[in-house]
């Protein structure tokens, strides 16, 4: 409903990876009590989850109708599906260097701000856009 109604996708996405992020900082750095990591991750798969809602549709916005669904499986799945099947061992092979909350900070909160970031250089499309506007 934000991406819609309140403002454009772009925007929505780049809020929700923001405050997906800060959720998962805030329960690996701060949470103390079960109930705060309950909350801290409830928010976190809140937030992360509600980004897919917006950003394949987004990216599949940008490309010509003719290219749209490989480029949308190149540039929105294979990059999250790569990272789903590393990211394990990266934090794994991370957490005995570094600890178990900077591993997860260098693996999973810097790469969502760093998605964040490179949704800003998308351009805002107004609510009413059509179509032909994307082209």
């Given at each position: 409903?934000?991406?819609?109604?309140?403002?454009?996708?772009?925007?929505?996405?780049?809020?929700?990876?923001?405050?997906?992020?800060?959720?998962?900082?805030?329960?690996?750095?701060?949470?103390?009590?079960?109930?705060?990591?309950?909350?801290?991750?409830?928010?976190?798969?809140?937030?992360?989850?509600?980004?897919?809602?917006?950003?394949?549709?987004?990216?599949?916005e940008l490309f010509p109708?003719?290219?749209?669904?490989?480029?949308?499986?190149?540039?929105?799945?294979?990059?999250?599906?790569?990272?789903?099947?590393?990211?394990?061992?990266?934090?794994?092979?991370?957490?005995?260097?570094?600890?178990?909350?900077?591993?997860?900070?260098?693996?999973?909160?810097?790469?969502?701000?760093?998605?964040?970031?490179?949704?800003?250089?998308?351009?805002?499309?107004?609510?009413?856009?059509?179509?032909?506007?994307?082209?």
């Amino acid at each position: 409903m934000t991406g819609e109604f309140l403002t454009s996708r772009r925007n929505a996405l780049i809020l929700w990876i923001f405050l997906g992020a800060v959720a998962f900082s805030a329960t690996i750095w701060v949470a103390d009590s079960y109930l705060a990591v309950l909350l801290g991750f409830g928010a976190t798969v809140t937030f992360l989850f509600g980004t897919e809602a917006v950003r394949m549709p987004l990216i599949g916005e940008l490309f010509p109708t003719e290219l749209r669904a490989t480029s949308t499986s190149v540039t929105g799945s294979l990059g999250v599906t790569t990272a789903w099947l590393t990211a394990p061992l990266m934090v794994g092979v991370l957490v005995g260097e570094v600890g178990w909350q900077m591993a997860f900070t260098l693996i999973a909160i810097l790469p969502m701000l760093a998605a964040g970031l490179t949704f800003t250089l998308l351009r805002a499309y107004r609510q009413d856009a059509v179509l032909e506007d994307f082209a």
